[in-house]
């Protein structure tokens, strides 16, 4: 059975909460800060029911507060439930700010503790589960060169990505600007016989078109104005690797046939020169334009798509890898949590809702960069909204402009309105707008929880 802490100094509250849960856990008992820590340390319980006012100060919360923080230091994803007297609120709202995971205000109703601790008890093996799904994500970033995914698209791009990294087949990478295109291509170079040489990129849409033959192919002495030296291009400098092309539906038509002729018979002839130079390297290409398109309308060559196209591969962007969302905002937080050395447990309920209904136009890099913000901008345990640079409003302006509003979240918007309008008539009375709406009290808490609304009453 699991281990229930529960610390209180009023032993008919200790003798009602074990008669209540004895059947369920295993419980541990304290009647102050010290007995608590003690046994808390020991035992390492996933759950703890904390009442604020413990001795030396019964009547105020100080060893309360200093047992939840110290509970959080030693354990950051223990879930704390603070016990607070009716005129405690705002002593509650600040230790949930503190971590802890819920509060309940006394007297205490048994049957509504049991469903908040049971709740717990779910989260907390919740995380444990995604605490080892992050470890097989670490092994999955190892091989895939920092890619990570668990949606279909994504496993279908890593079992195609296995599959020919093993030959020199030629690869053409498609997908939306930020959605790791590069990565595909590096991890496959990691996984193939070249991983020892060369793995060299050129962004073919940054480079000047008159400047870029020379850059691809290389060029001989005295072949224009200031060619001083002969110089390699970088097609030779993959040589026995990995030559990347970034965005080369960019290529100018005259350089496409270069690069055909290359595909073909693996061969070169740098600018100003006519000895041809053989080459031992494999191209792997990416673009995030429709290159079929551009084939119609004479901008791309037909026989050099099929050339580069052996294999394509195409990388969805994020708003279609709905799954992944939260796969990958939890690694990079740690990832940055832990470079900034900043203790935040993970995200509130609005900013869950909020990175779910967002678009992404930006993609993965965009997603990173908002959590690299958001860590190093959160004076919280949680990430909210306005850390990653959203407005709470936008969430329904998005929705508003997709034209979609589900048979769920028409009812969601009527509860959220109830829920507000009942705490606005009843002045922030949990209890009376519990009452109120027919629900009880811990139902009320989870749902100003799930609307971002623990700050606004």
Same mark, same amino acid.
């Given at each position: 059975?699991? !281990?229930?802490?529960? *610390?209180?100094?009023?032993?008919?509250?200790?003798?009602?909460?074990?008669?209540?849960? /004895?059947?369920?856990?295993?419980?541990?008992?304290?009647?102050?800060?010290?007995?608590?820590? @003690?046994?808390?340390? !020991?035992?390492?319980?996933?759950? $703890?029911?904390?009442?604020?006012?413990?001795?030396?100060?019964?009547?105020?919360?100080?060893?309360?507060?200093?047992?939840?923080?110290?509970?959080?230091?030693?354990? +950051?994803?223990?879930?704390?439930?603070?016990? $607070? #007297?009716?005129?405690?609120?705002?002593?509650?709202?600040? @230790?949930?700010?503190?971590?802890?995971?819920?509060?309940?205000?006394?007297?205490?109703?048994?049957?509504?503790?049991?469903?908040?601790?049971?709740?717990?008890?779910?989260?907390?093996?919740?995380?444990?589960?995604?605490?080892?799904?992050?470890? &097989?994500?670490?092994?999955? $970033?190892?091989?895939?060169?920092?890619?990570?995914?668990?949606?279909?698209?994504?496993? @279908?791009?890593?079992?195609?990505?296995?599959?020919?990294?093993?030959?020199?087949?030629? %690869?053409? %990478?498609?997908?939306?600007?930020? *959605?790791?295109?590069?990565?595909?291509?590096?991890?496959?170079?990691?996984?193939? +016989?070249?991983?020892?040489?060369?793995?060299?990129?050129?962004?073919?849409?940054?480079?000047?078109?008159?400047?870029?033959?020379?850059?691809?192919? #290389?060029?001989?002495?005295?072949?224009?104005?200031?060619?001083?030296?002969? %110089?390699?291009?970088?097609?030779?400098?993959?040589?026995?690797?990995?030559? =990347?092309?970034?965005?080369?539906?960019?290529?100018?038509? /005259?350089?496409? &046939?270069?690069?055909?002729?290359?595909?073909?018979?693996?061969?070169?002839?740098?600018?100003?020169?006519?000895?041809?130079?053989?080459?031992?390297?494999?191209?792997?290409? @990416?673009?995030?334009?429709?290159?079929?398109?551009?084939?119609?309308?004479?901008? =791309?060559?037909?026989?050099?798509?099929?050339?580069?196209?052996?294999?394509?591969?195409?990388?969805?962007?994020?708003?279609?890898?709905?799954?992944?969302?939260?796969?990958?905002?939890?690694?990079?937080?740690?990832?940055?949590?832990?470079?900034? *050395?900043?203790?935040?447990?993970? =995200?509130?309920?609005?900013?869950?809702?909020?990175?779910?209904?967002?678009?992404?136009?930006?993609?993965?890099?965009?997603?990173?960069?908002?959590?690299?913000?958001? &860590?190093?901008?959160?004076?919280?345990?949680?990430?909210?909204?306005?850390?990653?640079?959203?407005?709470?409003?936008? $969430?329904?302006?998005?929705?508003?402009?997709?034209?979609?509003?589900?048979?769920?979240?028409? !009812?969601?918007? &009527?509860?959220?309105?109830?829920?507000? /309008?009942?705490?606005?008539?009843?002045?922030?009375?949990?209890?009376?707008?519990?009452?109120?709406?027919?629900?009880?009290? +811990?139902?009320?808490?989870?749902?100003?929880?799930?609307?971002?609304?623990?700050?606004?009453?």
């Amino acid at each position: 059975m699991e !281990k229930l802490l529960i *610390t209180d100094d009023n032993e008919e509250i200790r003798t009602q909460l074990k008669w209540g849960f /004895s059947r369920e856990y295993v419980l541990l008992l304290a009647r102050d800060g010290s007995d608590a820590l @003690a046994l808390f340390k !020991k035992n390492n319980p996933r759950v $703890t029911t904390l009442d604020l006012g413990l001795p030396p100060h019964e009547n105020g919360t100080e060893e309360g507060f200093r047992c939840l923080q110290e509970m959080l230091r030693h354990d +950051p994803g223990a879930k704390v439930i603070v016990i $607070t #007297g009716n005129d405690q609120r705002e002593n509650a709202l600040k @230790a949930v700010h503190l971590g802890a995971y819920d509060f309940y205000q006394k007297p205490i109703n048994l049957e509504e503790l049991k469903v908040i601790v049971r709740r717990a008890f779910y989260l907390a093996a919740i995380e444990e589960q995604n605490r080892a799904l992050h470890s &097989v994500l670490e092994r999955q $970033t190892a091989q895939f060169g920092g890619m990570i995914g668990q949606c279909a698209e994504m496993q @279908a791009v890593f079992s195609t990505m296995r599959k020919i990294a093993p030959s020199d087949a030629a %690869v053409l %990478v498609q997908g939306e600007s930020g *959605t790791g295109k590069e990565l595909v291509a590096r991890a496959i170079h990691a996984m193939s +016989p070249r991983k020892n040489g060369p793995f060299v990129p050129i962004n073919c849409g940054a480079i000047p078109e008159t400047l870029l033959e020379p850059e691809l192919f #290389g060029h001989e002495k005295g072949s224009f104005t200031g060619a001083h030296a002969q %110089v390699q291009g970088k097609v030779e400098y993959a040589q026995d690797g990995t030559l =990347f092309l970034d965005e080369v539906g960019e290529l100018p038509l /005259s350089l496409q &046939v270069k690069l055909l002729r290359f595909l073909q018979d693996k061969t070169i002839q740098r600018v100003g020169g006519r000895e041809d130079i053989p080459v031992n390297t494999r191209i792997l290409a @990416a673009t995030n334009k429709d290159l079929l398109k551009e084939m119609e309308s004479g901008k =791309f060559r037909e026989d050099l798509y099929y050339r580069l196209g052996v294999v394509l591969i195409k990388v969805p962007p994020l708003r279609e890898r709905k799954g992944d969302i939260m796969v990958l905002a939890t690694f990079f937080l740690k990832r940055y949590g832990d470079l900034y *050395t900043k203790r935040i447990r993970g =995200f509130n309920s609005a900013a869950l809702e909020s990175m779910e209904t967002y678009e992404w136009p930006g993609n993965i890099r965009e997603l990173e960069n908002k959590i690299q913000r958001a &860590v190093l901008l959160s004076d919280g345990p949680l990430i909210e909204p306005h850390d990653l640079g959203f407005d709470a409003k936008l $969430t329904t302006q998005w929705k508003a402009q997709s034209g979609i509003r589900t048979l769920k979240e028409a !009812k969601e918007g &009527v509860e959220k309105e109830m829920v507000v /309008s009942s705490l606005d008539r009843n002045e922030g009375n949990i209890a009376k707008s519990a009452e109120e709406l027919g629900i009880s009290r +811990p139902t009320l808490y989870d749902l100003m929880k799930k609307y971002g609304l623990y700050n606004e009453f």
